[in-house]
């Protein structure tokens, strides 16, 4: 069974760009990457989702090669509220479930 | 504030018995899925329901079962609950089982089993 990983952990400064990228070789055929951030003792929070290619919003880019088998995400600037731990989520290809990936925790400096 | 709302937020339970977790939905989604965090890592998919149906399931045993009702919302319930059962459950509502959308996640259940 195909893990879908990520780097264990990753510092920056404010006003830096991020990088986090997630492996996902076994990924569904048809299903998105999302990925979403994570602060201790809650739910996971949504920050951007993607098919193939590259998509943007107000808080983050996520760019996906054409195989689909590994994503990244991009944060342009981070800021001390950004020290989070982020995951991607993925559904499995032939089966119905969705996997997380093994989480990066970044951590912001000043 | 996602919308989704988990009860009761901790509890603690003794190794045998049985617990039910609730999870109420954001309005107009069909889809719920749950997932077991343990401290420090990533949560594990546990299964999804879609308009009151399995429609996925994660490398769970049986004694994990659950339950969707007709307005959507939907229940996690563990039998002969074990040490290592010990996690915070979440669970996240969605459009259309979740694969092209958004999962909406609510705060957690903290179970702890002495």
């Known amino acids: 069974l195909a893990k879908t990983t990520q780097p264990i952990s990753m510092d920056s400064y404010e006003g830096q760009e991020v990088n986090i990228t997630c492996s996902h070789n076994n990924i569904a055929t048809n299903d998105y990457i999302t990925w979403y951030q994570q602060f201790p003792s809650q739910g996971p929070r949504f920050i951007i989702q993607?098919?193939?290619t590259k998509v943007t919003n107000e808080v983050a880019s996520l760019f996906i090669p054409a195989d689909r088998k590994s994503s990244t995400l991009s944060l342009p600037r981070v800021s001390l509220s950004d020290t989070a731990v982020y995951y991607c989520l993925v559904g499995e290809r032939n089966t119905d479930k969705l996997i997380f990936g093994t989480g990066t925790r970044l951590q912001v400096f000043p | 504030e996602t919308g989704v709302t988990q009860s009761p937020t901790h509890l603690i339970k003794t190794r045998g018995q049985q617990v039910t977790l609730r999870c109420s939905s954001q309005s107009g989604h069909n889809t719920v899925s749950w997932y077991q965090q343990a401290l420090g890592q990533g949560p594990q998919f546990i299964f999804q329901?879609?308009?009151?149906?399995?429609?996925g399931r994660g490398n769970f045993p049986p004694r994990f079962s659950g339950l969707q009702f007709p307005n959507y919302s939907s229940e996690l319930n563990v039998n002969a609950l074990e040490l290592d059962d010990s996690a915070l459950y979440l669970c996240?509502?969605?459009?259309?089982?979740?694969?092209?959308?958004?999962?909406?996640f609510g705060e957690g259940s903290r179970l702890t089993v002495l």
């Open positions: 996240a509502s969605s459009l259309d089982r979740g694969k092209s959308g958004e999962l909406f």
């Open positions: 329901y879609y308009r009151e149906e399995e429609n």
């Open positions: 993607g098919y193939k």
